[in-house]
Structure formats: C-alpha cells, structure tokens
C-alpha cells in the first residue's frame, strides 16, 4: 500500500477483520452514509463492496465530499509512516506539510524548499494522494484544531490562530464541513473529566501499539537540555510490527527485537538544534555533551520566563551561533571552527534541515563541511530529518552490541549485513543502542 494505487481486496480485507494496523494508511469512505472511517471503526455493520471507496488520505475523503466518522475518529489516527520512509517529492512534501510549512509559508514556499512549480507539486499530489497541499493541510489543520478543541480550555480564537487558520470564519467552516458539528458542540461532546487541569495541558495523541514508553522518555531524558527541553519528538507514526517482522528474520536480532517490539526512534524538534548538539557530541560522553551544550544555550540564547521553572532559555539560532564568540565553550578549535561552518551554511540557506529536505544531499553537504565526518552526519539524518533507514557502523556502542550478538565489529562488515534490515536500519541502530542498557 505505498507508491502503487490502493489495492480493493486488500483493503477490503482489513476493514472485514477491522485491523488496526492499517489505521492511518488508508480511509474507508461508504457512500450511502457520506461518512469515511479509519479501517479498525468498531461499527457492527460492514458496509457493502460496491457502497465502498478507499482513498489514500483523509484530506481526499474530504474531498470527496466525506465526513469524518464520529465514531472511529479517523482524524485521530496515527499518521502513515510511509512518509517517513519515503524520500522522493511526495514523502517530502508530507513532511513538511506535517511540520505546517503550508500554514507558515504557503503553498509557494513548500514549492520553494522543494526546488519544484506550485503546479507541478499541485498536479504530483493530486494524482497520488487525491488531494493537493492545500486540502491536505486543511485535513491536518482540523485534527489539530479538534483536538485542542477537546483537551484543552482555550478559547476558539486562540484554538483557531493555534491550528494554523487565517480566521474564525475558516476556522468555523472547516470544523463544520469535516466533523458536522460546530465547536462549541465538539467541545462539548469530546470532554472527559481529568482532561484539563490548571496550568496543564494534555493532549491525547495517536500511536500504534505497542510502545516502549519508559524506554523512549528515558533515552530522550537522557539527552534533553537543561534548561531548554524534557523531551523531544516521540515518533508515534511508526509501524512497529512492520519493523519487527523485518528485523526479526534475523536470527541474531530476532531476540533483543522481540523483546522491545515497541522500540521507537526519537526524532528532533529542530533540525539546527540537533546538528549543533551532535557536534558537541563528538568523542566525548553523553554527559559531557549536555554540560557543552548547556554552557552554549546559557551563555548564547534568550532566557525565557514562563511557569515551568525547568525550561529557561531558547536555544541559540543559528545566525547567533554563527558570529558568536565560542572561544569559552570549552571546546578544540577545530570544534569551534564546525559549530561556526555549519550555523553559517544554516543561516546562509545552503543547508537545509527540515523534515522535507532530500537526505542523500543533506548527508553529502555536512560531510563536505569540516570536522564532520560519517558518523555526525549520519546521527543528524536519523535524527534531524527522521530517517528511519540510517545504521551508524562507526559507532561505538554500536560495535561494542555487534560484537556482543555475533554480529562483528566491523563497519564495513556490519554495514553489508545490515543491509538486510532495510528499509528500518534506523530502529535496528536503537535495538543494538538498547543492548548495552542490559549490561
């Protein structure tokens, strides 16, 4: 169900068995109903073959002229990790629609940072996904917009500027053509007591079980910023069974697989943030990583006041980093002299490392800057642009866990054999990383 036309049997079969796996990569839309669902909806009656159309996309169904189930929640699924997977023009532009770059720039800056014609980009969306930038941006700024709607006590004003829409009058129109029900009736029909409490926030959010939880906080704990971060991004649109079924037909990975089956690959929340991170990173210890790097937020970004006394200071921008004096960060010159090639190459545009960007040529621009070598930039790939096919061989826990399961220690080695574990080399790196945690 990737590149090629969703296949009527195969679809048809998961809604039969109401299998969740499949929730988020495709929509089932009945047209005797005008309603569309997620393939695992709950409703006793299946509707008929010919009263059935699947399409690749929410934001098609819209189209179409389908309303979002009340039920099931499509809206609500997990989105498809096929376009984390994905690294052609197509998958780019899901990323970056993902990250609201429509809702910032336009459909004419997506088209920019593609380096392809509003028309064209237009006509390539439509012909594979049914829609075109804006109606999926639409669809995405909807199910945002239900969901602060629902979990939160904002007002609608704040909700609607929050989800990325122009007005109110959009914002109301939207809500009402994608749910059938106003605001003020999905606030009141979507309310759950404990959902809101002073000075909190919840959102609910999808994922596809299973989830190693504990697992994915702490590696993210671990590497989290005082001062700047807890967290960063959770990678709730992988398909975990899929990596599993992948990784396992290996018989040395096979038993640390299944037995973290929920592993997921934390990503970043900014690409320049990551990059900067992983250069201080080099040849030193995850805790001496992090006392650089906060030594650089400290002395470099902007100290912020707000309610939670553990976030203190934005990160450093990139044009900041690039004309600061870094001479009492506690670094090698030639550390230095990276930190301040690459924050130039960012602030310049040359490089770019948003989720859209083509990997192969972000991968071949870092190498080309001095001090940045293989392993740098295949961490800020995996990370920054969330590739969920990069193996890091050069790695030192990545060897220490080869040697430990037979796998060898050799890069080149390991490299020829991990090329059984595409296209998910990215989670076969964290089940090696998770390894040595047992040890």
Same mark, same amino acid.
């Given at each position: 169900?990737?590149?090629?036309?969703?296949?009527?049997?195969?679809?048809?079969?998961?809604?039969?068995?109401?299998?969740?796996?499949?929730?988020?990569?495709?929509?089932?839309?009945?047209?005797?109903?005008?309603?569309?669902?997620?393939?695992?909806?709950?409703?006793?009656?299946?509707?008929?073959?010919?009263?059935?159309?699947?399409?690749?996309?929410?934001?098609?169904?819209?189209?179409?002229?389908?309303?979002?189930?009340?039920?099931?929640?499509?809206?609500?699924?997990?989105?498809?990790?096929?376009?984390?997977?994905?690294?052609?023009?197509?998958?780019?532009?899901?990323?970056?629609?993902?990250?609201?770059?429509?809702?910032?720039?336009?459909?004419?800056?997506?088209?920019?940072?593609?380096?392809?014609?509003?028309?064209?980009?237009?006509?390539?969306?439509?012909?594979?996904?049914?829609?075109?930038?804006?109606?999926?941006?639409?669809?995405?700024?909807?199910?945002?917009?239900?969901?602060?709607?629902?979990?939160?006590?904002?007002?609608?004003?704040?909700?609607?500027?929050?989800?990325?829409?122009?007005?109110?009058?959009?914002?109301?129109?939207?809500?009402?053509?994608?749910?059938?029900?106003?605001?003020?009736?999905?606030?009141?029909?979507?309310?759950?007591?404990?959902?809101?409490?002073?000075?909190?926030?919840?959102? &609910? *959010?999808?994922?596809? +079980?299973?989830? #190693?939880?504990?697992?994915?906080?702490?590696? !993210?704990? =671990?590497?989290?910023?005082? %001062?700047?971060?807890?967290?960063?991004?959770?990678?709730?649109?992988?398909?975990?069974?899929?990596?599993?079924?992948?990784?396992?037909?290996?018989?040395?990975?096979?038993?640390?697989?299944?037995?973290?089956?929920?592993?997921?690959?934390?990503?970043?929340?900014?690409?320049?943030?990551?990059?900067?991170?992983?250069?201080?990173?080099?040849?030193?210890?995850?805790?001496?990583?992090?006392?650089?790097?906060?030594?650089?937020?400290?002395?470099?970004?902007?100290?912020?006041?707000?309610?939670?006394?553990?976030?203190?200071?934005?990160?450093?921008?990139?044009?900041?980093?690039?004309?600061?004096?870094?001479?009492?960060?506690?670094?090698?010159?030639?550390?230095?002299?990276?930190?301040?090639?690459?924050?130039?190459?960012?602030?310049?545009? &040359? *490089?770019?490392?948003? +989720?859209?960007? #083509?990997?192969?040529?972000?991968?071949?621009? !870092?190498? =080309?800057?001095?001090?940045? %070598?293989?392993?740098?930039?295949?961490?800020?790939?995996?990370?920054?642009?969330?590739?969920?096919?990069?193996?890091?061989?050069?790695?030192?826990?990545?060897?220490?866990?080869?040697?430990?399961?037979?796998?060898?220690?050799?890069?080149?080695?390991?490299?020829?054999?991990?090329?059984?574990?595409?296209?998910?080399?990215?989670?076969?790196?964290?089940?090696?990383?998770?390894?040595?945690?047992?040890?």
């Amino acid at each position: 169900m990737t590149t090629a036309p969703l296949d009527f049997e195969r679809c048809y079969r998961a809604v039969e068995s109401r299998d969740a796996r499949f929730d988020g990569w495709f929509i089932t839309a009945v047209t005797t109903t005008r309603i569309y669902c997620r393939p695992s909806c709950p409703t006793p009656v299946r509707p008929k073959r010919q009263n059935v159309r699947f399409y690749p996309t929410a934001a098609a169904a819209q189209l179409a002229g389908f309303r979002a189930c009340k039920r099931c929640r499509p809206d609500a699924s997990p989105g498809s990790p096929e376009w984390n997977v994905r690294g052609d023009l197509v998958g780019r532009a899901m990323r970056l629609i993902a990250d609201g770059i429509v809702d910032r720039e336009g459909v004419a800056g997506l088209a920019k940072r593609l380096a392809v014609s509003e028309r064209h980009l237009h006509r390539l969306l439509l012909s594979e996904l049914g829609a075109g930038p804006l109606a999926i941006a639409r669809a995405q700024r909807a199910q945002t917009a239900r969901t602060l709607i629902e979990t939160t006590d904002l007002p609608f004003t704040d909700v609607a500027f929050a989800a990325g829409f122009e007005s109110i009058r959009q914002f109301n129109d939207t809500v009402r053509d994608v749910f059938a029900l106003t605001p003020t009736d999905l606030r009141r029909a979507g309310r759950r007591r404990g959902d809101i409490a002073e000075g909190a926030l919840t959102l &609910r *959010l999808p994922y596809r +079980p299973p989830l #190693d939880w504990d697992g994915l906080f702490e590696w !993210l704990r =671990a590497r989290a910023v005082p %001062g700047v971060a807890v967290a960063r991004l959770l990678d709730l649109d992988a398909d975990p069974l899929s990596v599993v079924e992948v990784l396992s037909k290996d018989r040395r990975l096979s038993p640390i697989v299944r037995k973290r089956p929920g592993l997921r690959a934390p990503g970043a929340v900014d690409g320049t943030e990551l990059a900067i991170q992983a250069i201080l990173g080099q040849q030193v210890s995850l805790g001496a990583a992090r006392t650089l790097t906060s030594r650089l937020v400290t002395t470099h970004g902007d100290v912020i006041k707000i309610a939670d006394p553990a976030l203190t200071h934005l990160f450093p921008t990139a044009d900041r980093i690039a004309g600061a004096d870094l001479s009492k960060l506690g670094v090698p010159a030639t550390r230095r002299a990276t930190l301040r090639a690459l924050a130039t190459a960012v602030a310049g545009g &040359r *490089l770019s490392l948003d +989720p859209g960007a #083509d990997r192969a040529e972000v991968y071949r621009q !870092l190498t =080309a800057l001095p001090g940045i %070598g293989d392993w740098t930039a295949g961490y800020i790939v995996m990370r920054a642009l969330g590739d969920p096919d990069t193996f890091l061989p050069s790695d030192l826990g990545v060897k220490k866990a080869g040697a430990r399961l037979g796998l060898g220690s050799n890069p080149r080695a390991m490299s020829e054999t991990a090329a059984a574990w595409r296209p998910w080399r990215t989670y076969a790196t964290h089940q090696l990383w998770a390894t040595l945690v047992d040890h």
